[in-house]
């Protein structure tokens, strides 16, 4: 067996050495890319403001989950007519949603569009 | 100008007009987004226009600009997020010029107006909706319908998914508007320490001694205020980048 040439009519099997010495580029690649995102995803978060930032982040996520909530509730009881009720139950639900934005953004939830694979 | 830390943010009429009684004067916030605009598109022009194979150093500073706003774009998006580079690269220069501009003394910071960084995250979320629409139609709507949800919750989850994707421009620009608001009010504060405790009577030699501390606060402060400057401009595009993710891969 003497693989001198790659040509596109050779049918012979590449041999075990080379599988491997391709296995090891494509790791080493594929290392090379892993750790240049992570760099880049550390370079976003961390610095002097780090904590303050994640502070900022999950407060307005929270923040934005209640407004929107209510803009709802409201908007629906201006339509409706049915003050009280839509803002009671809109900024319920909106809470929710803030507490769901927060865990989002901390990691502990699945995105919404992660959850999405089997459709 | 007046030593109190909100007047800082008073937006003036400084041409009036009113066209069929909207009120579209032009103020100095609309004033400051022109420099603003104006001061890129000239960075941009003056800096590419020699073209040289071995960059100088506009030339770098401008590619530097171009390959940070397509790395962060194709690395959260793909290489198909590349088609709305136009918008991402715009946007990001647009708040960071803008950012940057406020810190100038005597300067309008465009960004600490809520209704502006409001319009901006709009446009996105507007670019999202409708590029997801048009491109996955109704199966965009599996965004805000999680599978195997039981249909009595059904009705329960679907309004929460719908208000928590509806945040998320309020969240964008309230996070951006509050840091610089809120960076420049504590700027502010620190620097009225100064001339108040110079000017105090009753303290004697004693006032500008201590009038350091606030100084010395003052100048960490600025520094501070230049790094949030970029980072909210990083981080605001990051977001963009991650909306735009879900316009073009709902079910990735």
Redesign the interface.
């Known amino acids: 067996m003497s693989p001198d040439e790659n040509g596109p009519g050779d049918a012979q099997r590449p041999t075990e050495a080379e599988l491997s010495e391709r296995k090891n580029r494509l790791v080493r690649s594929l290392e090379e890319r892993t750790t240049k995102?992570a760099a880049?995803d550390k370079e976003?978060s961390s610095?002097?403001?780090h904590g303050y930032?994640q502070a900022?982040?999950l407060s307005?996520?929270f923040?934005?989950?209640i407004?929107?909530?209510a803009a709802?509730g409201w908007m629906i009881d201006k339509g409706f007519g049915t003050s009280p009720w839509g803002l009671i139950v809109?900024l319920l639900?909106?809470f929710?949603?803030?507490v769901?934005?927060v865990l989002?953004s901390a990691g502990l939830m699945a995105e919404?569009?992660d959850?999405?694979?089997?459709? | 100008m007046a030593n109190d830390p909100i007047s800082q943010f008073k937006i003036i009429n400084l041409v009036p007009i009113e066209v069929g009684g909207l009120d579209l004067s032009f103020t100095n916030s609309a004033l400051f987004m022109v420099a603003t605009t104006a001061v890129v598109a000239t960075f941009l022009m003056l800096s590419t226009g020699g073209r040289g194979l071995v960059p100088g150093r506009w030339q770098s500073l401008a590619e530097m600009s171009y390959e940070f706003v397509a790395?962060?774009l194709r690395?959260s998006a793909g290489n198909e997020g590349m088609r709305f580079f136009p918008l991402v690269f715009s946007l990001f220069m647009f708040v960071l010029i803008a950012n940057l501009i406020g810190m100038f003394p005597y300067f309008f910071t465009v960004t600490s107006h809520l209704i502006v960084t409001f319009a901006l995250a709009m446009l996105v979320i507007g670019t999202v909706m409708i590029y997801g629409f048009a491109k996955h139609g109704l199966?965009f709507l599996?965004?805000?319908t999680?599978?195997g949800v039981p249909p009595a919750l059904f009705f329960?989850v679907t309004?929460?998914?719908i208000?928590?994707?509806?945040?998320?421009p309020?969240?964008l620009s309230?996070?951006l508007f509050?840091?610089m608001l809120a960076g420049h009010i504590t700027l502010k504060v620190f620097a009225g320490f100064v001339t108040s405790l110079i000017a105090a009577e009753g303290l004697g030699i004693f006032g500008p001694m201590v009038s350091i501390l606030p100084l010395a606060m003052t100048v960490a402060l600025t520094g501070?205020e230049f790094?949030?400057a970029f980072?909210q401009a990083?981080?605001f595009t990051?977001l963009t980048c991650m909306y735009l993710?879900?316009a073009l891969?709902?079910?990735?």
């Open positions: 995102s880049a976003g610095g002097a403001g930032a900022m982040k307005t996520e923040v934005a989950g407004l929107v909530g709802i809109f639900l909106g929710v949603a803030g769901l934005n989002r919404q569009k959850r999405m694979n089997d459709g | 790395n962060t690395s199966k599996k965004l805000f999680p599978d329960l309004p929460i998914e208000i928590s994707f509806l945040s998320r309020v969240s309230v996070r509050a840091n501070l790094l949030v980072l990083y981080v990051v993710n879900d891969h709902p079910s990735h």
